[in-house]
C-alpha cells in the first residue's frame, strides 16, 4: 500500500546511545514531519521539511537532529538518547493543500 | 502552554446514539482545524476539516463545528458505531490553508458501546 513507512517498529536503547529513525514515502509529497506522542500531551512536532532540502525546528527539537535525504526519506536522530526520550514518534508528509499522512510509528524505550 | 485542548480525556456512548467531541484553541492566528483518528499501534488518520471562514463542514456521519468567538470547535457523530471506538485528536494550523505544522490537543478516547 502507498503510504508512511517507519523503520524499525520497536526499539529499546540504553540512556547516552545514538540512534536513527528512518522514515520513506511513496505518494511525491514534498513536506515532512516528526511528531512525537507522550500520554496526556497529543502529538507535538519536533522537526519537519517544507521541501527537500529544507529543515525547520518544530515545538520540541532539543536533543534530535534530522536529514531530509531525498524527496522520500526524512530522518531523525538522537546523538546522545535520554530516558526523556521515550515516546512513540510519528512521522508525516503533506502534498500540496492536503491533510498530513501518518506513518505507524516507531515505539522507543530508552533505559 | 496548550494551545489546543481537549478537556475530556474519554467519552462513552451508545451505539446509535451521538457523540460529541470537544475542543478549545486559545491562538488566535488559528484558521484551520481538523480531526483525526487513532487506533492502538496505528498512526493517525484523517477524518474531516473546517477554515475559520465556516461555521459547520460535513461528511456522512461526522459533522464539525467551529464557533470562532468562544475558540471552540466540535465533532459530531451521528449515529455512532462500534467501529467508531478510537482516540481522536483535534489539531490547528495557521497560514491560511496550509496544513504544516499542526498543534494537536491531548486527544479523546471515544468507546462506542453495542
Known amino acids: 500500500n502507498a503510504g508512511v513507512t517507519q523503520t524499525p517498529k520497536f526499539q529499546v536503547l540504553k540512556t547516552g546511545q545514538s540512534m536513527t529513525l528512518q522514515c520513506a514515502q511513496d505518494?511525491?509529497?514534498?513536506?515532512m514531519y516528526w511528531y512525537r506522542q507522550d500520554p496526556g500531551m497529543g502529538l507535538r512536532l519536533i522537526y519537519y521539511?517544507?521541501?527537500?532540502?529544507?529543515?525547520d525546528k518544530g515545538e520540541v527539537p532539543n536533543g534530535y537532529n534530522v536529514s531530509r535525504l531525498n524527496k522520500r526519506e526524512f530522518s531523525l536522530r538522537l546523538e546522545s538518547a535520554a530516558p526523556s526520550q521515550t515516546s512513540v514518534y510519528f512521522c508525516?508528509?503533506?502534498?500540496?493543500?492536503?491533510?498530513?499522512?501518518f506513518g505507524d510509528g516507531t515505539r522507543l524505550s530508552i533505559l | 502552554d496548550q494551545q489546543v485542548k481537549q478537556n475530556s480525556p474519554s467519552l462513552s456512548v451508545q451505539e446509535g446514539r451521538i457523540s460529541i467531541l470537544n475542543c478549545d484553541y486559545t491562538?488566535?492566528?488559528?484558521?484551520?482545524f481538523l480531526w483525526y483518528k487513532k487506533y492502538p499501534a496505528e498512526g493517525p488518520t484523517f477524518l474531516i476539516s473546517?477554515?475559520?471562514?465556516?461555521d459547520k463542514n460535513e461528511d456522512g456521519r461526522f459533522t464539525v463545528f467551529l464557533n470562532k468567538s468562544a475558540k471552540h470547535l466540535s465533532l459530531h457523530i451521528v449515529p455512532s458505531q462500534p467501529g467508531d471506538s478510537a482516540v481522536y485528536f483535534c489539531?490547528?494550523?495557521?497560514?491560511?490553508?496550509?496544513?504544516?505544522?499542526?498543534?494537536f490537543g491531548q486527544g479523546t478516547i471515544l468507546t462506542v458501546h453495542p
Open positions: 489539531a490547528a494550523t495557521a497560514g491560511g490553508t496550509s496544513y504544516g505544522k499542526l498543534t
Open positions: 521539511s517544507a521541501s527537500e532540502g529544507t529543515t
Open positions: 473546517i477554515s475559520s471562514i465556516k
Open positions: 505518494m511525491n509529497h514534498n513536506s
Open positions: 491562538n488566535s492566528m488559528f484558521d484551520y
Open positions: 508525516a508528509s503533506q502534498g500540496g493543500n492536503q491533510p498530513q499522512h
